[in-house]
């Protein structure tokens, strides 16, 4: 039978979280680029995202924690995807008007 210990499911969940968190990105992005709008997106929460996501993943490579790292990677190139996108469409908003 298959046994897991308390530190192998925490493990498990942190994975799994980690992937989730730079998935939960995409679909602003996909909106974003559907509609060519940035509106009711505020720019500066995905910024103050990647600012965080950048850090924590320099934490994780200097901790040697490499799955951190990687999660965070994910999400910093997820995230950062929308941040690029808001400020392309915010940008491109004000030169059209």
């Not at 979280?17 to 929460?45: C, D, E, H, R, Y």
């Not at 910024?47 to 965080?52: A, D, E, K, L």
Request: proline content about 1%; overall charge positive; some cysteine.
């Amino acid at each position: 039978m298959f046994e897991i210990s308390l530190k192998g499911f925490v493990d498990l969940v942190f994975s799994l979280g980690l992937f989730l968190n730079a998935v939960l990105f995409i679909p602003q992005a996909i909106t974003l680029f559907k509609t060519k709008n940035a509106q009711g997106s505020s720019m500066i929460t995905f910024f103050g995202f990647n600012v965080m996501q950048f850090f924590t993943l320099w934490h994780g490579y200097f901790a040697k924690d490499y799955l951190l790292m990687s999660g965070f990677l994910l999400s910093f190139l997820t995230c950062g995807a929308v941040t690029l996108q808001l400020f392309f469409y915010r940008n491109a908003e004000k030169i059209s008007l």
